[in-house]
């Protein structure tokens, strides 16, 4: 097959979509050699080294400064001489094209929630609904996803299909992390021996305000947050809250985190915390369960779906009961160990290849004309 993929994020965009599009690359790549790659990049990112190298790697650069405009008018005038028998895009498909189209959608949160949204961001994501009708197949990353996209009726569900996401394996326990690299992050961040940690955005549908109650109403009085990510959409003003609570001493935003870190800070952390309004699938936490750290959850649909009984799960509008799940775990010692022993099995079942397969399923099968 001649397969076309949207990789605009590759180099940029929010980390979770650049790894997305980073692992499926690299395992479409490697496992199914005997396919051409078509890979559309970013113009701005000509220069930049591409990782993999061969004869069915075609590199295309494209104006990608808008990911809607980019999938519905440049990226088909880019492949209309190129013969693709299918493409891959992230939430946005052509309206018209020669090949097989297929859309991960990754969320409609912003149907559900559009309060946590700006106006601007919920007028980019409005023609949606549209151009998932144009699609072949829609992928959901979590049956609870696809549940929200065919219910706000985005797509329908004869053409949906669910494929979890993976792990990487960077993603370790402490003693198999880097030393230097380890000592590097607690001297880089200023951690201290014990915290809580949430990596992600920070915006208002991450229930950030919530977790910042939560750690002052925990009965531990010298437990830290650690706040690592960069304000992105609807937020409130972070620092002003933090004095507001006073929490000044017992709270540490990092800011942005580049990637090579995040594994030795999650191998750091006592506990992770995770408590937004809603997520469409959710990689912090899986990423701190393999890092044998345990985690306080929401009661998102998604997170109880991913995560399973290895999760301690709270209503995100209480951070009483938040800070009661972050207590239990601080406390008690068995419990601990016993979600931490649960979260090493549970992440288990998210493995890149496994993804990737099923993907190559789907795509031999449209292919086929199935």
């Known amino acids: 097959m001649r397969i076309g993929v949207d990789a605009k994020w590759f ?3 929010n980390p979770s979509g650049r790894m997305v599009i980073r692992n499926y690359l690299e395992q479409l790549i490697q496992r199914f050699p005997d396919h051409e790659y078509f890979v559309f990049l970013k113009n701005e990112d000509r220069n930049r080294e591409f990782p993999w190298q061969g004869p069915g790697i075609h590199l295309i650069y494209c104006w990608g400064r808008n990911n809607l405009i980019s999938n519905l008018l440049v990226i088909p005038w880019k492949a209309r001489k190129l013969n693709l028998d299918v493409a ?21 949160i912003f149907k559900s929630h559009p309060e946590f949204f700006t106006f601007w961001e919920r007028l980019y994501f409005r023609p949606m609904k549209f151009t998932a009708h144009r699609a072949d197949r829609i992928i959901a990353v979590s049956q609870s996803e696809k549940k929200r996209i065919v219910g706000f009726r985005i797509a329908p569900e004869s053409r949906m299909e669910v494929i979890y996401h993976g792990l990487n394996s960077n993603f370790r326990p402490r003693e198999f992390q880097d030393r230097n690299m380890i000592h590097e992050v607690v ?4 951690l201290p021996e014990r915290f809580l940690l949430y990596v992600g955005r920070l915006n208002e549908r991450k229930n950030i305000f919530n977790l910042l109650q939560a750690v002052k109403f925990s009965r531990d009085p010298e437990i830290k947050l650690v706040l690592a990510g960069m304000p992105q959409g609807r937020m409130f003003d972070l620092e002003k809250k933090i004095r507001e609570l006073g929490l000044a001493n017992r709270v540490i935003a990092t800011g942005h985190v580049p990637d090579e870190y995040l594994p030795a800070l999650y191998s750091l952390a006592t506990v992770f915390c995770f408590v937004s309004h809603d997520e469409g699938f959710g990689f912090p936490p899986l990423e701190a369960m393999a890092s044998d750290v345990p985690v306080v959850l929401s009661e998102a649909a998604a ?11 709270a209503d995100p509008n209480r951070p009483e009961e938040i800070a009661r799940q972050i207590d239990a775990l601080l406390e008690n010692r068995s419990l601990y160990k016993e979600k931490m022993h649960s979260g090493r099995e549970r992440v288990r079942r998210y493995q ?6 099923r993907l190559m399923e789907i795509l ?3 292919h086929a004309g199935m």
């Open 11 to 13: 180099f940029g965009g």
């Open 88 to 108: 891959l895009f992230q939430y946005f498909a052509p309206f018209c094209s020669p090949f097989k189209t297929v859309v991960f959608i990754h969320d409609v």
């Open 187 to 190: 001297s880089r961040f200023h």
């Open 303 to 313: 997170l109880r779906e991913v995560c399973g009984d290895a999760g301690s799960y």
């Open 352 to 357: 890149w290849p496994n993804s990737v397969d």
């Open 364 to 366: 031999g099968r449209l």
